[in-house]
């Protein structure tokens, strides 16, 4: 079965053995300590940063090497000295190396993503779905580079001995910076969109997640990436503001609206370079008193609390109009009561823990916020210690209500808490939604054409979904939805996964010829 974002369930016999036999593997290759990549060569450091599994804190994961600013720098020239004739490379031959490499992702669909079940806490659907998107990124913007012939297009001329002719053109050096929470994909999404146009690439996953970045560099290796293309510099924040501060030409970044905007003002300093950045949301959802209800309560549940609310694009707050508001409440808490926390590894869980401990303090800092706002918690509130959970970050699935005074209703909190509030009415509901610094997802649960137009009109968000079970502003794919962010949630105006990505990676050339 094909496995995305959207998949609700996997009872697939034959798929859940082959994901056990997955686990055998991957756990049998935990615990190595492993290099930093430059120019295709491994390099070890004096320092390093040991992983545990928020699984389990005695489980390690790996241990990786802590790159300085002297290796930041070997990794930008051994980029710089690659990129020419990376560039020169036909456009068709890196294509056929982006196909070959998601053929091979796919033969290691289960091992790699059990890795990233150890490494971050994936459920099986939400591991899987990651190392799957890998593969649609690596085909998908390969069909890209192939249906736009390399991105080559001739154009009108004034003379009958003139030749002209638009040519996008790689800018040279990239920098990728990774989040932890997508540990595949968002290490690869903007890696393969540089790569592929004809830029190489130095990537800085986070320490937590890294191994999963270390798997890209070994997939694209083996699937005969030339050496110093893709660069691998692992370690903490002062290594990425290295990278952010090295002689780079473009940079991606997914993470915190404070680092991205930092990032953002202070990246070019003579000239101008264009910053990919993605940076987070509150994104909100809004129920109508003509929504299905059970639609609507599953859709804000899946989409909250999915991956433990560890998305950019989770649904953090809802917004219900006052006639239905007690009864979706109720199928709410409903459906949050059905879902299994425990141990991701295993088949039967929905979600597993959070990251760190400090998500846990996060977590417990917003539940004890709405207590003293005087809100209440509707279910969830608490750390889960039951067998099994006692090593790891497991807390309860949350939903909470609370007067919109409260900060919980404006920061990203990255944990499993959702709040909901009453409206009295949909354009009630959209101001609410817009008075916001982010503009990343947003979902509509209505079944009023007029309602569905209006949210499509005036919500100020990049990825916008209407009567989603599957989640109510969560799960984006490669050639289904584009993703990408409005306001203070994204700076290149083209969604990842979509038609127009790979232009943030080319710039225009144009070449006139007289013969």
């Not at 935990?30 to 930093?36: S, V």
């Not at 056929?96 to 796919?106: G, N, Q, S």
């Not at 990032?263 to 300093?269: L, P, Q």
């Not at 003293?372 to 969830?380: D, F, K, P, T, Y």
């Given at each position: ?28 290759e ?7 990549w ?45 990129q ?9 031959d ?168 930092s ?7 003579t000239?101008p370079?264009p ?51 007690d ?18 590894i ?25 207590r ?9 509130g ?38 909901v ?23 509509l649960f ?24 599957a ?8 050639d ?6 409005w ?7 083209a ?21």
């Open positions: 079965m094909k496995i995305t974002y959207a998949t609700m369930n996997a009872e697939d016999p034959e798929l859940q053995a082959a994901y056990d036999a997955g686990v055998v593997e991957a756990r049998a935990l615990g190595q300590t492993h290099p930093l430059i120019d295709g060569e491994p390099r070890t450091t004096a320092e390093t940063f040991d992983e545990y599994s928020p699984i389990d804190h005695h489980l390690l994961i790996g241990k990786y090497s802590q790159a300085t600013s002297d290796d930041v720098n070997d990794a930008v020239a051994a980029a710089r000295a690659a020419p004739a990376w560039e020169k490379t036909p456009w068709q890196r294509v056929a190396l982006m196909r070959t490499a998601a053929d091979m992702l796919d033969e290691r669909l289960m091992r790699v993503s059990a890795l990233l079940g150890f490494e971050v806490g994936k459920s099986r659907l939400e591991a899987l779905g990651d190392v799957a998107e890998t593969s649609e990124f690596l085909r998908y913007y390969a069909n890209q580079m192939e249906s736009h012939e390399g991105f080559v297009t001739p154009l009108n001329a004034l003379a009958p001995n003139e030749r002209n002719v638009s040519v996008l053109r790689a800018y040279g050096v990239w920098g990728v910076i990774a989040p932890f929470n997508f540990p595949l994909a968002l290490a690869a999404g903007g890696s393969i969109g540089a790569m592929l146009t004809g830029n190489t690439v130095v990537l800085k996953p986070s320490n937590r997640g890294a191994l999963a970045a270390l798997e890209f560099h070994r997939l694209m290796a083996d699937a005969g990436l030339p050496d110093g293309v893709l660069n691998v510099v692992t370690g903490g924040d002062d290594v990425g503001k290295a990278l952010v501060e090295a002689d780079l030409d473009g940079i991606t970044f997914t993470g915190s609206y404070e680092v991205g905007m990032i953002y003002k202070s990246f070019a300093d000239v370079k910053v990919v950045a993605e940076m987070g949301g509150k994104n909100p959802a809004i129920v109508t008193a003509s929504a299905n209800l059970d639609e609507a309560a599953e859709g804000v549940a899946r989409g909250a609390f999915g991956f433990s609310g560890q998305k950019c694009s989770a649904s953090s707050r809802v917004y219900v109009e006052e006639p239905v508001y009864e979706f409440v109720a199928k709410l808490i409903d459906f949050t009561k059905g879902l299994t926390v425990s141990n991701p295993d088949k039967e869980a929905f979600t597993g823990p959070v990251i760190d401990e400090e998500a846990v303090d996060r977590y417990l800092s917003a539940v004890n916020e709405v003293q706002a005087g809100g209440e918690i509707l279910i969830g608490e750390e889960l210690e039951g067998e099994g959970l006692e090593d790891g970050n497991f807390v309860a699935p949350t939903v909470a209500a609370v007067d919109e005074s409260s900060w919980v209703w404006d920061r990203e909190l990255f944990v499993p808490f959702v709040v509030g009453k409206v009295g009415s949909l354009d009630e509901a959209l101001d609410k939604a817009n008075d916001t610094e982010f503009g990343l997802t947003a979902g209505s079944r009023e054409e007029a309602e569905i137009e209006a949210f499509f009109d005036r919500i100020e968000a990049g990825t916008t979904y209407v009567n989603r079970r989640g109510a502003t969560t799960g984006a794919w490669p289904i939805q584009s993703f990408g962010g306001k203070g949630s994204g700076t290149s105006g969604g990842g996964g979509g038609p127009w990505y790979l232009r943030s990676y080319l710039r225009e050339q144009s070449r006139t010829i007289f013969s």
